[in-house]
């Protein structure tokens, strides 16, 4: 997990030579379902362009992100417990794994959103979730497979 953390300080420095922040996706990729908490904790606490970038990598980890992302999903992040409500309740970080969930597709991807639907009490994630679901049930295009180790 420490090699994975350095890795992804790397990755979000947006001013590192591309070629690098490619190589260095592929690692946290090849890190499968055991990088997405690590990628899911480092979100922004509000919409930002590396959130772009760590979700496609969570998205081409594939299906074996659905476990991990709805264990992300139920569990605050770093931030959000050391604000205790003072900085407001950030949704960006739910929002990045609905959208991870959304990119992943298949039956697998959409049974999550149905149960994290249920279990959601803000309204705008509720709405969110609800378009997701409604997005994968009218495009079931089939679910991103598994990729780590592949590439």
């Known amino acids: 997990m420490l090699f994975r953390s350095h890795v992804l300080s790397a990755f979000v420095d947006r001013e590192r030579d591309v070629r690098v922040r490619e190589l260095l996706s592929d690692i946290l990729v090849q ?11 480092s979100f ?8 772009d970038d760590l979700r496609s990598i969570v998205v081409e980890i594939g299906t074996a992100a659905v476990k991990p992302l709805i264990d992300a999903y139920a569990r605050p992040s770093m931030l959000e417990r050391l604000s205790l409500g ?23 991807a959409l049974e999550a959103l149905r149960a994290l639907r249920e ?20 495009n079931p295009a089939p679910a991103r497979e598994d990729s780590h180790g592949t590439r």
């Open 119 to 138: 279990i959601e009490h803000s309204d705008d994630l509720r709405l969110r979730l609800d378009q997701a679901i409604h997005t994968l049930e009218r």
């Open 86 to 108: 003072l900085l407001g309740k950030s949704l960006n970080r739910r929002a990045q794994i609905v959208r991870c969930l959304s990119g992943i597709g298949g039956a697998h």
């Open 31 to 41: 890190g499968g379902p055991d990088a997405v908490p690590l990628l899911c904790g």
């Open 44 to 51: 922004a606490p509000e919409p930002a362009a590396i959130d």
